[in-house]
């Protein structure tokens, strides 16, 4: 009894061991198909990109919330724009957290899928991991809505201190939200390269980077202002006793005594004309102060005004500013010195890239050029012959030496973005799950390009590669029959199908050392794209895959026959050859019936005009059988070769 509940037991353990690892390996596989779908879709890293950019210009806006009433001479806070930044940058938080989240848990359950710290060792790595995973829990943290919306609710305990509070809370979470935009722009560059595919986006986003600083700026100019006329009204408020500090807040029941000396406590004097120490100095805040940009709750008008002193102060480097004696205000200047000053030259250093970059790749195209005609003689080819072996030349070799140029880890997952949807499509790999042979797949094909017409391969050649088609039309024509009917046949090969000739040779290990010789002439109907898979890297595959794989070539072989041109065409003629023996036995049959009774009506001669009528009538009936007949045994008891029907299973001795 004891004995059979242990071994009850054990198999029960091994089967919840055995279903926690496939649905672990489901998981994981599910993760990274759409974590793969993901980065696909409209360029997915970009789009996360652009919007963590966007959330840095958004944060600003926080800034322009405090407000100065100046009919009761106190502090108070825009709820319109309050809630309606709250909202903006909860909508941007969320974005971001559902990318975070599934690649969070794609890093852990399926590690491959993720490139962005490739090449470390593991430990370097998992360190970098949680400290970006660190950044990103702090960049997504509510503060800033959490504290504007408690400010905007708590009308009688709102303090002066609270906005101080939210100002360094905002500069503080800036750190961590600047800090995340590196690793997204590192890994994306890596995988796909720049991010302007153009110039005018690249003029585009020079300008962009240009303009959010000065957006920044004078966000912080606007918030700097209500400050200083705070501080100018608490000095104001502190040489008299019955001023009270609270009563300088809106919500607190401001107004009364103090409108009576805070208008003349502060006056507004350009910093050149104040003669008297006690005045306080507004430096470069005087501006804001007379333009009356803080006392408005007119968001665009705000927002533009401030936006435009930022600009035109980064362009002069600060030259026009004229500061106090604050230090904190000398500081300000220098950040707007030190700011225009690099983004000048980072601009002027974008312009001069590009245009190296694009005269590089003039030179590079001109030489090219210049290899191309010095190759042919222009004399002895057409000009429409030369246009295609100039297209030819340019189209096929660009990128498959940039892919040559990367590390393998590099390479591979750059053409598993590049070729993931193609090579799904293909059967036998798509009942492959191996990372590591899937990764070998990836490394070894190469694409291809054939323009309109083009002559890929005749009949009796040896295939070399194994041909996938990604757009476009191929043409396979076989001439094998003498017979008129059946001279040709016509195989279309479009989007998703494979020139397979190749493909059963490798698979087969009994087959001969030499190329397989192709049974059908292949043209290009289209312009066509497509994957190569070469005889070695197939024989290389097969290996593999009949080795560590067998269960599994059952399936493959099964795939093969459902999906082959090959044995679909012979397919179809064995199924029309079957139906042309079925009319030869069936004429076999009637025409001696027909003949009888033909002679029984000859014999029998009641009739004259029955027995014409009846003669007609089955002379008619016979010569139609005749003609049935005839067109039956006009099929060739030739067919085509059934195609190769390997033993995948056996293994090499």
Same mark, same amino acid.
């Given at each position: 009894?004891?004995?059979?509940?242990?071994?009850?037991?054990?198999?029960?353990?091994?089967?919840?061991?055995?279903?926690?690892?496939?649905?672990?390996?489901?998981?994981?596989?599910?993760?990274?198909?759409?974590? +793969?779908?993901?980065?696909?879709?409209?360029?997915?890293?970009?789009?996360? %990109?652009?919007?963590?950019?966007?959330?840095?210009?958004?944060?600003?806006?926080?800034?322009?919330?405090?407000?100065?009433?100046?009919?009761?001479?106190?502090?108070?806070?825009?709820?319109?724009?309050?809630?309606?930044?709250?909202?903006?940058?909860? $909508?941007?938080?969320?974005?971001?957290?559902?990318?975070?989240?599934?690649?969070?848990?794609?890093?852990?359950?399926?590690?491959?899928?993720?490139?962005?710290?490739?090449?470390?060792?593991?430990?370097?790595?998992?360190?970098?991991?949680?400290?970006?995973?660190?950044?990103?829990?702090?960049?997504?943290?509510?503060?800033?809505?959490?504290?504007?919306?408690?400010?905007?609710?708590?009308?009688?305990?709102?303090?002066?201190?609270?906005?101080? &509070?939210?100002? +360094?809370?905002?500069?503080?979470?800036?750190?961590?939200?600047? &800090?995340?935009?590196?690793?997204?722009?590192?890994?994306?560059?890596?995988?796909?390269?720049?991010?302007?595919?153009?110039?005018?986006?690249?003029?585009?986003?020079?300008?962009?980077?240009?303009?959010?600083?000065?957006?920044?700026?004078?966000?912080?100019?606007?918030?700097?202002?209500?400050?200083?006329?705070?501080?100018?009204?608490?000095?104001?408020?502190?040489?008299?006793?019955?001023?009270?500090?609270?009563? %300088?807040?809106?919500?607190?029941?401001?107004?009364?005594?103090?409108?009576?000396?805070?208008?003349?406590?502060?006056?507004?004097?350009?910093?050149?004309?104040?003669?008297?120490?006690?005045?306080?100095?507004?430096?470069?805040?005087?501006?804001?102060?007379?333009?009356?940009?803080?006392?408005?709750?007119?968001?665009?008008?705000?927002?533009?005004?401030?936006?435009?002193?930022?600009?035109?102060?980064?362009?002069?480097?600060?030259?026009? $500013?004229?500061?106090?004696?604050?230090?904190?205000?000398? =500081?300000?200047?220098?950040?707007?010195? #030190?700011?225009?000053?690099?983004?000048?030259?980072?601009?002027?250093?974008?312009?001069?890239?590009?245009?190296?970059?694009?005269?590089?790749?003039?030179?590079?195209?001109?030489?090219?050029?210049?290899?191309?005609?010095?190759?042919?003689?222009?004399?002895?080819?057409?000009?429409?012959?030369?246009?295609?072996?100039?297209?030819?030349?340019?189209?096929?070799?660009?990128?498959?030496?940039?892919?040559?140029?990367?590390?393998?880890? %590099?390479?591979?997952?750059?053409?598993?973005?590049?070729?993931?949807?193609?090579?799904?499509?293909?059967? +036998?790999?798509?009942?492959?799950?191996?990372?590591?042979?899937?990764?070998?797949?990836?490394? /070894?094909?190469?694409?291809?390009?054939?323009?309109?017409?083009?002559?890929?391969?005749?009949?009796?050649?040896?295939?070399?590669?194994?041909?996938?088609?990604?757009?476009?039309? $191929?043409?396979?024509?076989?001439?094998? =029959?003498?017979?008129?009917?059946?001279?040709?046949?016509? &195989?279309?090969?479009?989007?998703?199908?494979?020139?397979?000739?190749?493909?059963?040779?490798?698979?087969?290990?009994?087959?001969?050392?030499?190329?397989?010789?192709?049974?059908?002439?292949?043209?290009?109907?289209?312009?066509?794209?497509?994957?190569?898979?070469?005889?070695?890297?197939?024989?290389? $595959?097969?290996?593999?895959?009949?080795?560590?794989?067998?269960?599994?070539?059952?399936?493959?072989?099964?795939?093969?026959?459902?999906?082959?041109?090959?044995?679909?065409? +012979?397919?179809? =003629?064995?199924?029309?050859?079957?139906?042309?023996?079925?009319?030869?036995?069936?004429?076999?049959?009637?025409?001696?019936?027909?003949?009888?009774?033909?002679?029984?009506?000859?014999?029998?001669? /009641?009739?004259?005009?029955?027995?014409?009528?009846?003669?007609?009538? #089955?002379?008619?009936? %016979?010569?139609?059988?005749?003609?049935?007949?005839?067109?039956?045994?006009?099929?060739?008891?030739?067919?085509?070769?059934?195609?190769?029907?390997?033993?995948?299973?056996?293994?090499?001795?």
């Amino acid at each position: 009894m004891n004995h059979r509940s242990s071994s009850y037991a054990r198999f029960n353990t091994g089967n919840v061991v055995r279903l926690s690892t496939l649905s672990i390996k489901s998981v994981r596989g599910w993760l990274e198909k759409m974590f +793969w779908k993901m980065t696909r879709i409209i360029n997915w890293w970009k789009t996360v %990109l652009f919007v963590c950019v966007l959330a840095l210009a958004v944060d600003p806006l926080f800034f322009f919330i405090p407000v100065i009433d100046s009919h009761k001479f106190c502090f108070t806070l825009d709820k319109k724009l309050g809630v309606a930044v709250c909202v903006l940058r909860t $909508l941007i938080d969320v974005f971001y957290v559902i990318h975070f989240i599934f690649h969070f848990i794609t890093e852990l359950v399926a590690p491959r899928s993720q490139a962005s710290l490739r090449g470390n060792s593991k430990p370097i790595r998992k360190r970098l991991f949680f400290f970006y995973f660190s950044v990103d829990i702090v960049s997504v943290l509510p503060i800033p809505q959490v504290m504007v919306l408690t400010l905007l609710s708590r009308k009688q305990k709102t303090s002066l201190v609270s906005k101080e &509070i939210l100002k +360094w809370a905002m500069f503080c979470q800036s750190i961590p939200r600047s &800090i995340r935009i590196y690793p997204i722009y590192k890994n994306g560059t890596k995988l796909y390269g720049r991010v302007a595919l153009t110039k005018w986006v690249g003029a585009a986003l020079n300008l962009f980077f240009y303009l959010l600083p000065s957006h920044v700026i004078g966000a912080i100019w606007y918030l700097s202002a209500v400050e200083k006329k705070e501080t100018c009204w608490r000095e104001a408020c502190a040489k008299i006793d019955e001023c009270d500090l609270t009563n %300088l807040l809106c919500a607190r029941g401001a107004g009364g005594d103090n409108s009576r000396f805070l208008n003349t406590s502060c006056p507004l004097i350009d910093p050149e004309q104040i003669t008297n120490s006690t005045v306080l100095n507004f430096g470069i805040y005087t501006d804001a102060l007379k333009s009356g940009v803080v006392e408005t709750r007119d968001f665009p008008r705000k927002l533009l005004y401030c936006f435009w002193w930022g600009l035109r102060n980064i362009s002069a480097l600060g030259q026009n $500013l004229k500061t106090s004696n604050s230090a904190g205000e000398v =500081f300000f200047a220098i950040i707007i010195c #030190v700011s225009g000053v690099l983004l000048f030259a980072g601009l002027i250093g974008n312009v001069q890239k590009y245009l190296q970059s694009t005269s590089i790749r003039v030179d590079e195209w001109e030489a090219k050029k210049r290899d191309t005609e010095q190759w042919m003689p222009s004399e002895d080819l057409p000009d429409d012959l030369e246009k295609c072996i100039e297209w030819e030349k340019n189209s096929s070799i660009e990128r498959e030496a940039h892919l040559r140029s990367l590390p393998k880890d %590099l390479r591979v997952e750059a053409k598993r973005n590049l070729y993931l949807y193609s090579l799904e499509n293909v059967p +036998w790999i798509s009942f492959i799950d191996d990372d590591w042979l899937l990764n070998e797949i990836y490394d /070894r094909v190469k694409p291809v390009f054939y323009s309109q017409k083009s002559y890929i391969l005749g009949e009796g050649d040896p295939v070399k590669e194994m041909l996938i088609v990604t757009y476009g039309e $191929l043409e396979s024509m076989t001439e094998s =029959f003498e017979t008129s009917s059946y001279s040709d046949i016509q &195989i279309r090969l479009m989007k998703g199908d494979v020139w397979e000739d190749l493909l059963f040779w490798a698979l087969d290990p009994h087959t001969s050392p030499s190329l397989p010789i192709s049974n059908g002439t292949v043209t290009t109907l289209t312009y066509v794209e497509g994957l190569t898979l070469s005889a070695d890297d197939l024989k290389f $595959l097969a290996y593999h895959l009949r080795r560590y794989h067998s269960v599994k070539l059952q399936h493959i072989k099964h795939s093969f026959r459902c999906h082959s041109k090959s044995w679909r065409s +012979w397919a179809a =003629f064995y199924i029309q050859a079957a139906w042309k023996a079925h009319c030869r036995r069936k004429a076999s049959k009637i025409l001696p019936a027909i003949k009888d009774e033909q002679q029984i009506l000859q014999d029998t001669q /009641r009739n004259l005009g029955a027995t014409l009528y009846a003669s007609r009538f #089955v002379s008619k009936a %016979l010569r139609n059988r005749h003609v049935d007949s005839a067109e039956c045994s006009s099929f060739p008891e030739m067919l085509p070769d059934k195609p190769a029907d390997p033993e995948f299973s056996k293994k090499e001795a």
